[in-house]
């Protein structure tokens, strides 16, 4: 088995506080400090840890099975279903009972309207990285492919060849940012407009460029190690002039009159802008991640190991709270977001150790919530 990259395992615990950042964002101009300042925070500056997560992907994908080792594509899928596909369904129903979207009484239940809803991730609003990972999956010998035509031709190759996919991203992201009117024969075509309308939350080529990386870097990795250190202050200018860039944009946008939801929602990592500050971020992270000791290691190192339940459940404290804030006679806007923030990460971080152990305990219905995250 190939060695672990533990700067790559702990940068997952930076995207998860990212992730709870994202959506914790929804919800600053609702609390006691609607500063705009920290919207940016919240709502731009963590917009790489979406991404941050295919890269990781691909970076343990190309670690498990390299290149150089022939895939049994069979048993690669059937080991996926069981360690997202399984999962994903039991954490869609629970999210589409908890906010009463689809009712208990089976007789009740639209199908159609359910199996949209699950074949597109839309049960609650973080679960279709779930979907774009099992569909990077099941192409994985698209980009095993990809890579190895980009990696095993020499350095100019590879270097032609990156340059030449990040402008097919790019085009990507322009193409996708307009192409939201379709002709009449689309628009009749039930099945086909909503595969259109909804291919940002299951086409896992908006995510491929990062995906690439991580999957060089794992097939890198001695060089990454050794060397990524040297880089550290340019990398580090790097990261702050991709995050100056993203919020003078954002300022430009909100002080000409563009609501501010509306000015964070155009800074999506789905942008060039975004993908340069991912890419930025990433490196970044990972040359300080290098340097990480003591306290802070082991606060990462358990956020990491518990990252996929706490992406699972953060949705119930963060959205669940504010319902119930009344029992203790506090309001939402009583109460400044670095708390609630706070609050939400204590209590899914709490609960994810706590059902981690639970469900090693119980036996199916552990592995139906969490399945082979119960190995780790």
């Given at each position: 088995m190939a060695e672990r990259n533990l700067v790559i395992d702990n940068l997952r615990g930076i995207a998860m506080l990212g992730v709870i950042g994202i959506h914790a964002g929804d919800y600053v101009l609702k609390s006691a400090t609607p500063w705009s300042a920290l919207?940016?925070?919240?709502?731009v500056l963590t917009r790489f840890s979406v991404p941050t997560f295919f890269f990781i992907s691909g970076y343990g994908l190309f670690t498990a099975y390299p290149l150089?080792?022939?895939?049994?594509?069979?048993?690669?899928?059937?080991?996926?279903?069981?360690?997202?596909?399984?999962?994903?369904?039991?954490?869609?129903?629970?999210?589409?009972w908890a906010w009463k979207v689809v009712?208990?009484?089976?007789?009740?239940?639209?199908?159609?309207?359910?199996?949209k809803i699950l074949f597109f991730g839309k049960a609650s609003y973080h679960l279709y990285f779930l979907v774009l990972l099992w569909w990077f999956y099941v192409t994985l010998p698209f980009w095993r492919f990809l890579v190895a035509r980009l990696d095993l031709g020499g350095k100019v190759r590879l270097r032609v060849g990156l340059l030449f996919l990040t402008f097919l991203q790019l085009w990507l992201y322009d193409w996708s940012s307009w192409y939201?009117?379709?002709?009449?024969?689309?628009?009749?075509?039930?099945?086909?407009?909503?595969?259109?309308?909804?291919?940002i939350n299951y086409w896992p080529v908006f995510y491929g460029l990062v995906f690439v990386l991580g999957a060089l870097a794992a097939r890198h990795a001695v060089w990454w190690k050794l060397n990524l250190k040297k880089y550290w202050l340019g990398l580090t200018i790097f990261w702050l002039g991709a995050a100056g860039m993203m919020v003078t944009r954002f300022y430009?946008?909100?002080?000409?009159?563009?609501?501010?939801?509306?000015?964070?929602?155009?800074?999506n990592q789905l942008t060039p802008r975004g993908l340069l500050y991912t890419v930025a971020a990433i490196l970044c992270f990972c040359v300080?991640?290098?340097?990480?000791?003591g306290l802070s290691l082991k606060v990462l190192r358990s956020l990491a190991n518990h990252s996929l339940v706490i992406y699972l459940v953060h949705p119930l404290f963060l959205d669940g709270i504010p319902y119930h804030l009344n029992l203790i006679n506090l309001r939402?806007?009583?109460?400044?977001?670095?708390?609630?923030?706070l609050v939400v990460l204590?209590?899914?971080?709490?609960?994810?150790?706590?059902?981690?152990?639970?469900?090693?305990?119980?036996?199916?219905?552990?592995?139906?919530?969490?399945?082979?995250?119960?190995?780790?």
């Open positions: 919207y940016v925070l919240l709502e150089e080792r022939k895939l049994e594509y069979g048993s690669f899928l059937q080991k996926r279903v069981y360690s997202i596909i399984v999962p994903y369904l039991a954490w869609s129903f629970i999210y589409l009712p208990l009484n089976p007789l009740s239940i639209d199908w159609i309207e359910l199996g939201w009117k379709y002709p009449d024969w689309i628009n009749y075509n039930h099945i086909l407009s909503n595969l259109l309308t909804e291919r430009e946008l909100f002080h000409g009159g563009m609501a501010i939801m509306d000015a964070g929602d155009i800074l300080w991640l290098s340097y990480a000791k939402l806007d009583q109460i400044p977001m670095p708390i609630y923030y204590a209590c899914a971080w709490g609960f994810s150790i706590i059902l981690r152990a639970a469900a090693r305990k119980a036996g199916f219905i552990g592995k139906l919530l969490l399945g082979r995250d119960l190995s780790r």
